[in-house]
Structures are given as structure tokens and as C-alpha cells.
């Protein structure tokens, strides 16, 4: 049973603020779902074979072809901004 402490608690946690009605709102919410689950847990699964995925996954792979890459040189011409045979970018990180 989910009480509005455990709401509470969990919000302050998540640094979530919730006004008293939400947090009214969100027990009874979090409560009627842990009773469905309890619900779930009633079920005969012994005879279900467990499974990862519900709906079977394959991966679609393409064959590698190698390539003859750009020659250095030609690529650089049009860099905007480049530092010997390197692209030069603005710094992402702070």
C-alpha cells in the first residue's frame, strides 16, 4: 500500500515539488497501480516461456564494401577551420 509519505518521499528524491493535491492524487494513482500488479501476480505463468522481447527481433544487416576514402587533401579544402589534417571546432564542453 502506497501512503503519502512514500510519495513524499519519492518526490523529494526525484527534487519534484507537489502541492497537497497532487500528492493526494498521485498516492491513489500509485496505489491502484501496485494493486493491478498485484492482480498480475495472481496469474499461472508456469507453463509461459520467458522471452525478452514479446515480438521477435532480428537484426537487418548489410554487407561491408570497402571503399576508397576522399584523398586528405581535397576533404581539408573545404573545411572551414582545420589545424594541420584536423578539423578545428568550437570547444562543447565548459
Known amino acids: 500500500m502506497i501512503t503519502k509519505k512514500d ?3 519519492v518526490a523529494k528524491l526525484a527534487r519534484i515539488g507537489f502541492s ?8 491513489k494513482q ?3 497501480i501496485l494493486e493491478y500488479i498485484g ?3 495472481e ?18 544487416y548489410r554487407e561491408d564494401v570497402l571503399k576508397k576514402s ?4 581535397e576533404v581539408m579544402k573545404i573545411a572551414v577551420a582545420k589545424d594541420k589534417n ?5 570547444k562543447v564542453i565548459e
Not at 576522399?70 to 587533401?73: K, Q
Request: charged share 25%; no cysteine; aromatic share 6%.
Open 43 to 60: 496469474l499461472d505463468i508456469s507453463k509461459v516461456e520467458p522471452t525478452s522481447h514479446v515480438l521477435p527481433i532480428k537484426n537487418v
Open 20 to 27: 497537497e493535491s497532487e500528492i493526494e492524487q498521485f498516492t
Open 30 to 32: 500509485l496505489g491502484a
Open 70 to 73: 576522399l584523398p586528405v587533401e
Open 7 to 9: 510519495v513524499e518521499y
Open 39 to 41: 492482480k498480475l501476480n
Open 86 to 90: 584536423q578539423f578545428k571546432v568550437p
